[in-house]
Every structure is written in C-alpha cells, then in structure tokens.
C-alpha cells in the first residue's frame, strides 16, 4: 500500500507540475529558438517573425522562473498522504458513484453548434458537418504508466473507439492529461470511406512527438499564427500561461497555446491550460465576441503551487468576459482524483457564486455533468 501511494505522488507530479527540476538542469532543457523552421513561420509573419518568437522565448522563460521547486511539490504530494479532509473528500467522491450522462447526437440546424464535454479538457464541437475534438483523454488515467495515475472518478461517456470521425483534433500542450497516446492512436486509426484522415493542430515543438508515434497528418503553429482549411475553417494558437514537459528531460522543450476556431460568423475558444494573464483581453480584442468557450476552472489549490498555471473559477470567469464570450463551458474538472487539493464538487459551486456576482446571464457560463452538453446559435 505505501509503495503504490509512493508511486502515486510520483505519478501526480508528473501530470501537475512535470519536469521540474534543479534550476540549472531547467536551464539545459529550454526550447531552442535556433531549432524553429523560420522559412515556414516567415510566410506567416513577415517582418514580425523575430518579435513573435521572442514573446514565446519570453514566457517559456518565465514559466521556468514561476515554477515552485521539485522539493517543495513532493513535499505538497506527502502532506496529502496525511490530510483528513482530502481523504474524507476522496471518500465522498467513491459513495457518490458518479456516472456520465449519455452523450446525444441531435441534428443540427444551420447556424447551431453542439458543444459536449466529455470530462476534464476533452471538448467535441460539432459545427454543420464537422467535428472537432480538444485535449483528447479518454482512458481511466492521465499518467505514463496506468496502474499508478490518479483515479478518474466519471468515466468517459464514450469511449474512443465510439466517437464520430473525428475532423480536426487541436492539442493545448503535452501533459498526459491534455495528450493521451492510446486515445491519439485510436483516433488517428479511424476508417473512413474517402480515405479522409483526422488532422491534429499542435502547438510548436509537439509536431516531433506525434511523428514519433507514426501519426504524419499534423500542423504545428506557433502564436498568432493561423492554418487556413479549404472548408472555409481557421485554427490560430494564442498564448495562454503555463508550462510543458511529459517527463524529467523536456521541460519546456515545447510550446503551449490556446486555440481560436473560426468559421464564417462562427467563433470558438478553447483556453487548455491556463494561468490568468491580462492577455486574454488582446485574444478577444483580435478575434472576440466568441459565440463559445471552453475554460478551465479546477486544478487551482494549493493556490501558492498553482496560481501561475491554473486559473480558479472567479478568474474563469475574467477570462470569459475578457474575451467576451457569448456561452462557455467549464472544463478541467470533475473528472479525476489526486490531481490538486480543492474539493472535487468546489469548483461547480465557486463558479455559480462568481457567475451571479458578476451579473452573467443564466446559463451564459455552465458547469454540466459530463457527457452533457451546450448549444450555441449565431
């Protein structure tokens, strides 16, 4: 039992805060801005190549300076091992025996989106004909080694080999509970009649693992850059504040990004990970009012291990109203266990109270059960 909690707390950090480590080993492991394929980013950004890529080599360093020491997150993970009210918390959660509501299909009306949460990031949009898919997590763990990742608690309403072609798949960064391998896997294995593939959008320095994994039909963008379809859709990665890393060598040896979907008059936003950062007002400033959003609001306690890359459910709602989003669901959370110390129903109810102090109208942000979902018309 003490070595599978051992492992437990080792596999935790891995997914909260992974790759932290001494700073001088931090510092050999940075993304090399000397390694960027500057002819296909020239294209995009003309003269203002130099000056986007050093705001990305500017965050990436700051998200090496927030980050809290190695120490100092074990000794977070072992004092959990002792603390009543997070055990009582975790024995709530099993009693409730909590299940995923059906996921449901109903046809579309021209000028309606479908948007369904199916737990913790994973978001499926259905616009018209297509169907988008976000942070992809459809297994029983978010980890590198099942037997040892935190427990998720809802099941996933479908399984991925239950999901619809899936168009487009869009990828915040790498932590394994944003970029899962046997749900990629099964993704970019679906059949399709025309011999259509999925395409998977990455932020910068992604592109090298999927490649890894035998998957070729992807897009890597850095910020404010945009892949154009011929189907009249438009993905752009924008900047969001947290970190990346999939182990104890890469730190930082990627980019991490939030992603804009547009469409005609139709526009999506999906923040991924995100700490606050006044940056959000420039998103909604380029491409806002959003017709939807997803934003996160659990994964913020310890607030002092936390606030530099998770944002909590009174600065969700900021985020919604900087980038004045019409109707937005709550994401990252409600999902798994033993990720961070806030309450597993805390985030839903923090989130009504800061809903109704700020005036939002009933239902224009919602945290529902997964599998559920929100429509939106335009």
């Known amino acids: 039992m003490r070595t599978g909690k051992i492992a437990l707390a080792l596999s935790a950090c891995l997914i909260v805060l992974p790759s932290i480590a001494a700073s001088a080993e931090r510092d050999s492991t940075e993304l090399d801005g000397a390694e960027l394929n500057t002819s296909a980013l020239q294209s995009q950004y003309g003269d203002n190549l130099a000056q986007t890529v050093q705001a990305e080599e500017i965050a990436i360093q700051l998200a090496k300076q927030e980050m809290p ?145 035998g998957i070729t039909n992807s897009v890597e963008l850095s910020w404010w850059q945009t892949h154009s379809i011929s189907n009249g859709l438009q993905f752009t990665a924008v900047p969001v504040q947290h970190h990346s890393g999939r182990g104890m060598l890469d730190h930082n040896k990627s980019l991490w990004s939030g992603w804009v979907i547009q469409k005609d008059s139709f526009s999506f936003f999906f923040a991924g990970d995100t700490g606050y950062d006044p940056g959000f007002a420039e998103i909604g400033k380029r491409f806002g009012p959003f017709t939807l959003a997803a934003i996160p609001i659990g994964g913020y306690a310890p607030r002092h291990l936390m606030k530099y890359a998770h944002i909590n459910p009174e600065e969700a709602v900021a985020v919604h109203k900087d980038i004045g989003s019409k109707k937005t669901l709550a994401i990252h959370w409600g999902t798994f266990l033993d990720l961070t110390d806030e309450p597993f129903f805390e985030p839903a109810a923090r989130l009504s109270t800061a809903v109704n102090k700020a005036g939002l109208a009933p239902n224009e942000f919602n945290a529902v059960d997964v599998g559920e979902s929100i429509m939106a018309t335009w």
């Open 69 to 213: 020491a190695f120490s100092k997150i074990m000794w977070w993970r072992v004092k959990r091992m002792c603390n009543k009210g997070i055990r009582n918390d975790r024995k709530l959660v099993q009693r409730s025996n909590l299940q995923p509501k059906p996921v449901l299909f109903p046809p579309l009306q021209p000028k309606q989106a479908q948007l369904t949460w199916l737990g913790h990031s994973s978001t499926l949009l259905r616009l018209g004909e297509v169907t988008i898919l976000t942070d992809p997590l459809l297994d029983d763990s978010a980890a590198p080694v099942s037997w040892a990742g935190p427990e998720r608690v809802v099941a996933a309403p479908l399984r991925a080999s239950q999901l619809p072609f899936i168009d487009y798949v869009v990828i915040s960064h790498n932590h394994y509970d944003h970029l899962d391998l046997e749900t990629i896997k099964t993704i970019a294995a679906q059949p399709r009649a025309d011999g259509q593939q999925t395409l998977f959008l990455v932020p910068r320095g992604v592109q090298a693992w999927f490649e890894k994994h």
